[in-house]
């Protein structure tokens, strides 16, 4: 079955730091990849997305590249801010499962001053 | 656009009591419905599928008969968590999707989420 794997959390870093969440996942076929963020005591919000080999899916200085040799979908951003601090989730959606979604299991990003 | 809305956001029950959650798309058309349990600094879980006019599918483990899932409307799901005890205190989060396969993805869009604490 699909599956997704994420570095654990939490995450510190500084105001202005560079960051990497690695994310990797396990599907059949190609599927869809997505990261979402979910700010304090809210919902998930679609952060970033791509859909095939080699995509690169960017929003608000975030930026993640499917990477099908590697099944990877690592989340980087050059230099975060303090309102950067959040819940992160990578996710894939199946080809063959329609329109569910399959969920890592969080990272937290807390960034500092 | 797309935007999920939840009602209530936050209900507290007491032990054996029912409560109702409301997932609304408010500009679009949702054909499918999700239901997510969220337990503290964990992933989601999805509970359920729900198609409009159709009985949900629930993923393997969950109590159909205790988690109420009613997809009336191509614009309302409701969740209704039967008997209520304390180990089903949670955050209940609903996304809908329109079904429509664009830019290569299904999308779904995330309601704010309901924080349930039963007492």
């Known amino acids: 079955g699909n599956s997704v794997t994420q570095m654990e959390g939490p995450v510190t870093l500084s105001e202005e730091a560079f960051l990497t969440i690695n994310c990797t996942y396990t599907?059949?076929?190609?599927?869809?990849l997505f990261w979402y963020v979910q700010y304090p005591g809210e919902g998930l919000q679609l952060l970033l997305k791509a859909t095939k080999a080699d995509d690169k899916g960017s929003n608000k200085g975030f930026e993640a590249t499917y990477r099908k040799e590697t099944t990877s979908f690592h989340l980087e951003k050059g230099s975060v801010q303090v309102s950067d601090s959040a819940v992160y989730f990578c996710a894939l959606s199946g080809r063959g499962g329609g329109n569910k979604l399959t969920f890592g299991t969080g990272t937290q990003l807390k960034v500092e001053l | 656009g797309a935007v999920v809305s939840q009602h209530p956001s936050r209900v507290i029950c007491k032990s054996g009591t029912s409560v109702k959650i409301e997932c609304r798309s408010l500009d679009f058309q949702a054909t499918t419905m999700f239901w997510y349990r969220q337990f503290p600094k964990q992933s989601l879980m999805l509970m359920a599928t729900s198609n409009e006019g159709s009985k949900a599918t629930y993923e393997q483990g969950v109590e159909k008969d205790k988690f109420l899932i009613n997809h009336a409307s191509l614009t309302l799901s409701t969740l209704t968590v039967t008997s209520a005890h304390p180990e089903d205190s949670s955050f209940y989060i609903c996304?809908?999707?329109?079904?429509?396969?664009?830019?290569?993805?299904?999308?779904?869009?995330f309601g704010p989420g309901t924080r349930l604490t039963v007492t």
């Open positions: 996304s809908a999707s329109t079904g429509q396969f664009l830019d290569d993805s299904y999308e779904q869009y």
């Open positions: 599907a059949t076929g190609y599927p869809s």
